[in-house]
């Protein structure tokens, strides 16, 4: 189990809005054939793992082990539990159940029916955690929040005045360049309206090979200029408004009403357009918001060497279990779930 939670590691970023699954079949206790999901549309981890197998004769005599609940559904691929019965495989291990309302059991249901020993929850916890924005976004109805930002060794984030359109770096280049890696690990990234006419950020993955994230940002009363970063057309961009729905070319702009319960409402349209984790950057009052409301699930947090004795506080996150520390060149990371 441990070689397929490897495996599916590699699909971080391209397998969505699929869940990233391993795979590998095990015959007089050598490993045999393995695979990964490693893109939505293509085939999952238990096909690759059965057709690497070179000998199919052995597949009767094999265990097949795989992260995630084998799919029992016709997507847009035919179902892997078919597949697993039609190889006439008569053991599989299963790390845990797919929450996903078309699997949620009927996969490890039918390969029972067809007489397979199914044996379920091993390193569930585990397994759990590495789809934890799959599991997320079909159990809570949201994406998978991440909260990242940088502060001085005295609690800053930006000092009190700063020219427009010219940020203010506390981490060093590499930490910067993790994070542009981060972005291609994830659907969205999101700061807000002030961030945007402050830093003038492009919000891309261009220090890092993979594909941007959905960039979001919110502008109620038209004050970003037409020439900001953001709305260039590296990125598909999101604008959430108080105006009408309307599409020019990759800007699509998104009605929001004016609410007190801005993240909920934010999180319910992010939902309907199917993306399952977002980064959320910003000022301190974006950051806020997310925490007070209760509603984050991850918090990456740079910590610089640099002083500034004055300026913009950094955020204060509340129910914080940490769960892992790095240093990078002098920059410490220090991450949290949501608890």
Same mark, same amino acid.
């Given at each position: 189990?441990?070689?397929?939670?490897? #495996? *599916?590691?590699?699909?971080?970023?391209?397998?969505?809005?699929?869940?990233?699954?391993?795979?590998?079949?095990?015959?007089?206790?050598?490993?045999?054939?393995?695979?990964?999901?490693?893109?939505?549309?293509?085939?999952?981890?238990?096909?690759?793992?059965?057709?690497?197998? +070179?000998?199919?004769?052995?597949?009767?005599?094999?265990?097949?082990?795989?992260?995630?609940?084998?799919?029992?559904?016709?997507?847009?691929?035919?179902?892997? *539990?078919?597949?697993?019965? *039609?190889?006439?495989?008569?053991?599989?291990?299963?790390?845990?159940?797919?929450?996903?309302?078309?699997?949620?059991?009927?996969?490890?249901?039918?390969?029972?029916?067809?007489?397979?020993?199914?044996?379920?929850?091993?390193?569930?916890?585990?397994?759990?955690?590495?789809?934890?924005?799959?599991?997320?976004?079909?159990?809570?109805?949201?994406?998978?929040?991440?909260?990242?930002?940088?502060?001085?060794?005295?609690?800053?984030?930006?000092?009190?005045?700063?020219?427009?359109?010219?940020?203010?770096?506390?981490?060093?280049?590499?930490?910067?360049? #993790?994070?542009?890696?981060?972005?291609?690990?994830?659907?969205?990234?999101?700061?807000?309206?002030?961030?945007?006419?402050?830093?003038?950020?492009? @919000? +891309?993955?261009?220090?890092?090979?993979?594909?941007?994230?959905?960039?979001?940002?919110?502008?109620?009363?038209?004050?970003? #200029?037409? +020439? *900001?970063?953001?709305?260039?057309?590296?990125?598909?961009?999101?604008?959430?408004?108080?105006?009408?729905?309307?599409?020019?070319?990759? @800007?699509?702009?998104?009605?929001?009403?004016?609410?007190?319960?801005?993240?909920?409402?934010?999180?319910?349209?992010?939902?309907?357009?199917?993306?399952?984790?977002?980064?959320?950057?910003?000022?301190?009052?974006? @950051?806020?918001?997310?925490?007070?409301?209760?509603?984050?699930?991850?918090?990456?947090?740079?910590?610089?060497?640099?002083?500034?004795?004055?300026?913009?506080?950094?955020?204060?996150?509340?129910?914080?279990?940490?769960?892992?520390?790095?240093?990078?060149?002098?920059?410490?990371?220090?991450?949290?779930?949501?608890?």
């Amino acid at each position: 189990m441990q070689r397929c939670l490897q #495996l *599916a590691r590699q699909g971080l970023g391209t397998t969505y809005p699929n869940p990233m699954v391993g795979a590998v079949v095990v015959y007089d206790q050598k490993i045999v054939g393995e695979g990964w999901h490693q893109k939505a549309g293509k085939p999952h981890a238990e096909v690759h793992a059965i057709q690497s197998v +070179t000998d199919k004769n052995i597949l009767k005599k094999a265990t097949l082990y795989v992260s995630l609940e084998p799919c029992s559904h016709y997507g847009r691929t035919p179902p892997c *539990a078919d597949l697993i019965i *039609a190889s006439q495989i008569k053991k599989v291990v299963i790390g845990t159940t797919d929450p996903f309302a078309k699997v949620a059991g009927s996969g490890i249901q039918k390969l029972k029916d067809a007489g397979c020993e199914v044996v379920t929850d091993v390193l569930k916890e585990i397994c759990d955690d590495l789809n934890k924005r799959f599991f997320t976004f079909h159990q809570k109805k949201r994406p998978y929040l991440i909260l990242k930002w940088a502060e001085t060794s005295d609690g800053f984030i930006a000092p009190n005045q700063q020219a427009d359109g010219k940020p203010f770096w506390i981490s060093n280049p590499y930490s910067r360049q #993790l994070v542009h890696q981060w972005r291609t690990q994830e659907q969205g990234i999101f700061v807000g309206t002030n961030t945007v006419l402050k830093d003038d950020p492009e @919000l +891309t993955a261009r220090n890092w090979k993979g594909a941007h994230p959905v960039r979001i940002t919110i502008d109620r009363n038209n004050r970003i #200029l037409d +020439t *900001a970063k953001i709305l260039n057309d590296q990125a598909t961009t999101y604008i959430f408004t108080n105006k009408e729905d309307k599409e020019i070319n990759n @800007l699509k702009y998104i009605h929001l009403p004016p609410q007190e319960n801005f993240v909920e409402q934010l999180c319910k349209k992010l939902y309907k357009r199917n993306l399952q984790s977002v980064i959320i950057e910003g000022g301190r009052r974006t @950051l806020q918001s997310f925490i007070e409301s209760g509603i984050w699930d991850e918090a990456r947090i740079f910590r610089g060497n640099s002083n500034l004795f004055s300026g913009v506080k950094a955020p204060v996150l509340s129910n914080g279990r940490k769960i892992n520390t790095a240093t990078i060149h002098g920059d410490h990371l220090t991450i949290y779930y949501n608890d």
